[in-house]
T-cell receptor, first 114, second 114 residues
Framework: AQSVSQHNHHVILSEAASLELGCNYS??????LFWYVQYPGQHLQLLLK??????LVKGIKGFEAEFIKSKFSFNLRKPSVQWSDTAEYFC????????????FGTGTRLKVLA | GAGVSQSPSNKVTEKGKDVELRCDPI?????LYWYRQSLGQGLEFLIY????????KSGLPSDRFSAERTGGSVSTLTIQRTQQEDSAVYLC????????????FGPGTRLTVL
């Protein structure tokens, strides 16, 4: 069965620090990959997505992610975080056949200290 | 255009009562998904509808949960005899049935079972 692992459950950083959140998935076939952000009290918002092509994907608010197929990974990065990036981040994977349902990771809570 | 809408935004109910949650997908989206976000289980898939095909109910946690989609558009998720562990945010998403089938999420319904 598909699964998605986010190894960092809680991350605390100071403003201007660099961020990398890990995401690994288990599935042998072709996948679509997503990162979502959920700010406190708000609903899910898409940060970026990968379907095919360039494995380095740029999203909103300065975030980017790199798909490394050989490592089944899709890590999220940001060179310099801001206090406003405090939120919970979810990695999600869907297959490219069948229902295309999303399998989500357990999420990473990021706290950025001003 | 309008996004996915869900109602009510909040629902408080007593244990044992039945509740209905509504989802209006984006116009033209034939695929519709329900997910649940809870403290203990994270974000999990519940059910998937695609056109007139039989739904994929593989994620429903018990037979107290059911969903229907009338006329290929609006969907209702029904929870019978609610339990405290049903307290969660119920998310609806919709997508086209072609291409990568990127899902667009609604704001969710926060269900609290007392």
């Amino acid at each position: 069965a598909q699964s998605v692992s986010q190894h960092n459950h809680h991350v605390i950083l100071s403003e201007a620090a660099s961020l990398e959140l890990g995401c690994n998935y288990s599935y042998g076939g072709t996948v679509n990959l997503f990162w979502y952000v959920q700010y406190p009290g708000q609903h899910l918002q898409l940060l970026l997505k990968y379907f095919s092509g360039d494995p380095l994907v740029k999203g909103i608010k300065g975030f980017e992610a790199e798909f490394i197929k050989s490592k089944f990974s899709f890590n999220l990065r940001k060179p310099s975080v801001q206090w406003s990036d405090t939120a919970e981040y979810f990695c999600a994977v869907s297959t490219t056949s069948g229902t295309y349902k999303y399998i989500f990771g357990t999420g990473t809570r990021l706290k950025v200290l001003a | 255009g309008a996004g996915v809408s869900q109602s009510p935004s909040n629902k408080v109910t007593e244990k044992g009562k039945d509740v209905e949650l509504r989802c209006d997908p984006i116009s033209g989206h034939t695929a519709l998904y329900w997910y649940r976000q809870s403290l203990g289980q994270g974000l999990e898939f519940l059910i998937y509808f695609q056109g007139n095909s039989a739904p994929d109910k593989s994620g429903l946690p018990s037979d107290r949960f059911s969903a229907e989609r009338t006329g290929g558009s609006v969907s209702t998720l029904t929870i019978q005899r609610t339990q405290q562990e049903d307290s969660a945010v119920y998310l609806c998403a919709s997508s086209f049935n072609t291409g990568p089938r990127e899902q667009f999420f609604g704001p969710g319904t926060r269900l609290t079972v007392l």
